[in-house]
């Protein structure tokens, strides 16, 4: 599966953005779809993860309430809407598919920058 991630961009504090990601190739039903986040100097971090088969949906602490994730499956993509931003949600996107909720992705997306302003 190749992952092609978009929709990053500038936003102000408190504003909304969705990133897409793309999936070419077959996702099974045991797959999640996840989103990470990396600024550089520290670790990639879990943001949101989707199990594509039943579509169950987990966060991580610092998103929740803030931020949707999704999935189209006639359009093999997901969504991760993004609202009430922060300054410190800047970060590079990944979107990865594999296990949910954890580092082990068999594919990466490229990354999408998003930057909020303060």
């Known amino acids: 599966v190749q992952l092609q991630a978009s929709g990053g961009g500038l936003v102000q504090a408190g504003g909304s953005l969705r990133v897409s990601c793309k999936a070419s190739?077959?996702?099974?039903?045991?797959?999640?779809i996840n989103w990470f986040r990396q600024v550089p100097g520290k670790e990639r971090e879990f943001v949101a993860g989707?199990?594509?088969?039943?579509?169950?949906?987990i966060y991580a602490e610092s998103v929740k309430g803030r931020f949707t994730i999704s999935r189209d499956r006639a359009e093999d993509t997901v969504y991760l809407q993004m609202n009430s931003l922060r300054p410190e949600d800047t970060a590079v996107y990944y979107c990865?598919?594999?296990?949910?909720?954890?580092?082990?992705?068999?594919?990466w997306g490229q990354g999408t920058l998003v930057t909020v302003s303060s």
């Open positions: 990865g598919v594999g296990e949910i909720a954890t580092l082990r992705q068999g594919s």
């Open positions: 190739g077959r996702i099974y039903s045991s797959n999640a």
């Open positions: 989707i199990r594509w088969g039943y579509g169950t949906t």
